[in-house]
């Protein structure tokens, strides 16, 4: 059973960082694309940014330019660098599969941005 373990969430000032990284028991990973998603207070889920398996990226557009999406491999693992974090970014952090064929999900990592 595939499971995905987010963390490297926290409580953070504006204009901070975070790196959040999410371990993946998947056989094959590297055959998977891979993104970070992201569900505010009251909000709905919302697709943060996406790395495929040949390391193509693609981000919404709030994040460009701050946000940062890589994968190791042979730890099966995705990464999120977040940079110059703003309030609006407080949210739960959750990796999986992009479109509608997702694993299971997991518990999602929070951030809080605030003074």
């Known amino acids: 059973q595939v499971q995905l373990v987010e963390s490297g969430g926290g409580l953070v000032q504006p204009g901070g960082s975070l790196r959040l990284s999410c371990a993946a028991s998947?056989?094959?990973?590297?055959?998977?694309?891979m993104s970070w998603y992201r569900r505010a207070p009251g909000k709905q889920l919302e697709l943060v940014a996406t790395?495929?398996?040949?390391?193509?990226?693609t981000y919404r557009n709030s994040v460009k330019g701050r946000f940062t999406i890589s994968r190791d491999n042979a730890k099966k693992t995705v990464f999120l660098q977040m940079n110059s974090l703003k309030a609006e970014d407080t949210a739960v952090y959750y990796c999986?599969?992009?479109?509608?064929?997702?694993?299971?999900w997991g518990q999602g990592t929070q951030v809080t941005v605030s003074s």
């Open positions: 999986n599969r992009p479109g509608s064929e997702s694993f299971s």
């Open positions: 998947i056989n094959m990973f590297r055959s998977y694309n």
């Open positions: 790395i495929t398996t040949s390391g193509g990226t």
